[in-house]
């Protein structure tokens, strides 16, 4: 994550947390926690006044820190570690990114700066991506 690496989470931004790992996002948009215009309060503020225990989401985001990279030692170890560390995760992550993405065309529609079309763009990605993770799959990884 960006930031110290000893600066506790719960004093992180929302905003910041949401940037810097993979899936926080489905675990604020669980607890009801505004990462985006609200972003800029830390997860323990946010807490605090929705009125909830903070141990858990801090479990739950600790639980999305990726294993340090160590170097597999076998082909098979190899193919595991790339299904796992990136098919699966993108598998995930894509689908909240364009969900996450159409709200924000949604919600603020008449902003000028407005990614507008970033949903419709995550979702070919998303398609493409699953098509070209299925080719490996066949192919490179029998």
Do not use: W
Request: charged share 25%; aromatic share 4%.
């Amino acid at each position: 994550m960006r930031g110290d690496a000893s600066q506790s989470v719960a004093s992180r931004s929302l905003g910041d947390i949401a940037a810097s790992l993979p899936g926080p996002t489905a675990v604020f948009r669980r607890h009801k926690l505004d990462f985006c215009c609200g972003g800029s309060e830390s997860l323990e503020q946010a807490a605090r006044h929705k009125g909830i225990d903070l141990a858990p989401i801090e479990a739950e985001l600790s639980s999305l820190l990726p294993e340090p990279n160590t170097a597999p030692e076998s082909v098979e170890d190899l193919i595991q570690h790339i299904l796992d560390r990136y098919h699966r995760v993108h598998r995930r992550e894509m689908p909240e990114l364009r969900d996450l993405a159409l709200r924000v065309e949604s919600v603020h529609a008449d902003h000028p700066a407005v990614p507008k079309g970033l949903s419709d763009l995550l979702a070919a990605c998303m398609a493409n991506l699953n098509c070209t993770c299925r080719k490996k799959s066949k192919f490179c990884f029998r």
